[in-house]
T-cell receptor
């Protein structure tokens, strides 16, 4: 049982390049999330999904797109990377269980945009 | 919108001593959950403890306990018998009806030998 995994762990991009981050979970969770973490700040929600085929915007969605074609995968895309998107990205997943929403996190992806 | 505030960017404690990390939050909801997450240098986010707002009793997990003051909207974390492995960034987090986590900015805790 691998939990939540993220691919890749590190990536360096040039401004204007595109890339996709992959998140996979094997816990059959309904909810999945993408966060970014910047120095001196907590995690901020980018996009999330409450089920296969559905996505919604979080606190900081601009410049990102997501897709949830399969229940176990949640993809985060950057179409035209900018230096402001240099950050550590975390994926998380959770059950839909009443009001309690424990999220299980992946190990993070460090992205640098030059 | 809910906000979570951690006013202590950095703290240190001697090994085996007790330390308390502060967290305040703002919400208009009555039913919600509060969490403390630990992020060691490995970057992995680890759930330390959770508190359900409708429970008056403070949550406890081994050496970790909280002081939950609902009226004051305060949620502090006490670590007893601090160990070197407790060195990490600690985040306070809130979730309510929207089922989204809102994080504070974190407190970097260093346990000194």
């Amino acid at each position: 049982n691998a939990g939540v995994t993220q691919t890749p762990k590190f990536r360096v991009l040039k401004t204007g390049q595109s890339m996709t981050l992959l998140c996979a979970q094997d816990m059959n969770h309904e909810y999945m999330y993408w966060y970014r973490q910047d120095p001196g700040m907590g995690l901020r929600l980018i996009h999330y999904s409450v089920g296969e085929g559905t996505t919604a915007k979080g606190e900081v969605p601009d410049g990102y797109n997501v897709s949830r074609l399969k229940k176990q995968n949640f993809l985060l895309g950057l179409e035209s990377a900018a230096p402001s998107q240099t950050s550590v990205y975390f994926c998380a997943s959770s059950y839909q269980r009443g009001g309690y929403n424990e999220q299980f996190f992946g190990p993070g992806t460090r992205l640098t945009v030059l | 919108a809910q906000t979570v505030t951690q006013s202590q960017p950095e703290m240190s404690v001697q090994e085996a001593e007790t330390v308390t990390l502060s967290c305040t939050y703002d919400t208009s909801e009555n039913n919600y959950y509060l969490f403390w997450y630990k992020q060691p240098p490995s970057r992995q986010m680890i759930l330390v403890i959770r508190q359900e707002a409708y429970k008056q009793q403070n949550a406890t997990e081994n050496r970790f306990s909280v002081n939950f003051q609902k009226a004051a909207k305060s949620f502090s974390l006490k670590i007893s018998d601090s160990q070197l492995g407790d060195t990490a960034m600690y985040f306070c987090a809130y979730t309510g009806s929207a089922r989204q986590l809102t994080f504070g900015s974190g407190t970097q805790l260093t346990v000194l030998p």
